[in-house]
């Protein structure tokens, strides 16, 4: 079972759906018990990092992520998400993220339009599992104002033009961030969350 964490950061039965469809069984839940025993996590989100932060924190799932990250337990940020495992943003102050990755997420580009949002291109940086049937430059679909900014590069794995390059798959061992919403992004998106679930199988 792939523990979906239910935090309040956005509508997320369309992600549980779309793993619906794929035969690949997840529960949207706060439960620490439950999180602590899933196969895998996802951590979805959408809106201000700031009140994300303050959530996850609330339900006291900060620690628990890093602890799950800690013992090797594949997790999958998406969009906001995997801002959130990143020492710290720069949107609308200075916040303080999970920590999971080492990095900064910062306001995308002046010289584009922002929010970034749409079908944009992923570009695949490296050989990977998670692009098993996935054509490169094959469209994904972007909503987002913040990108990270400041990362390892041995962690990008897939990227995108938007005033610049914007990391959109990292991964650093069972760590992996999609800045898009795969579950948006038709059969592309679908293949990525099917080779996801096929990697923690």
């Known amino acids: 079972m792939i523990a979906i964490i239910d935090y309040g950061a956005g509508n997320i039965k369309s992600l549980q759906f779309a793993l619906t469809k794929l035969n690949i069984d997840s529960r949207l839940t706060t439960d620490k018990q439950s999180i602590e025993e899933s196969k895998a996590i996802i951590l979805p989100g959408v809106g201000a990092f700031n009140d994300a932060m303050k ?6 799932l900060t620690t628990v992520l890093q602890k799950e990250a800690a013992a090797g337990k594949p997790i999958l940020g998406i969009c906001l998400g995997m801002q959130l495992f990143y020492d710290t943003s720069y949107e609308d102050g200075d916040w303080s993220g999970i920590g999971l990755l080492k990095g900064e997420v910062s306001r995308i580009s002046n010289s584009v339009k922002v929010p970034h949002m ?3 291109t992923l570009t695949q940086e490296t050989t990977n599992p998670l692009f098993n049937k996935i054509t490169d430059n094959a469209y994904v679909y972007f909503v987002h104002s913040y990108a990270v900014s400041s990362y390892q590069e041995e962690t990008l794995i897939g990227s995108t033009q938007y005033g610049g390059t914007v990391p959109a798959i990292i991964q650093k061992d069972n760590i992996i961030g999609m800045q898009f919403h795969p579950e ?10 099917q080779n996801f ?5």
């Not at 959530?55 to 006291?60: I, M």
């Open 197 to 201: 679930g096929e990697m923690i199988s």
């Open 55 to 60: 959530a996850l924190n609330q339900l006291g």
């Open 184 to 193: 948006k992004s038709g059969s592309t998106g679908l293949q990525l969350l």
């Open 118 to 120: 749409g079908w944009n």
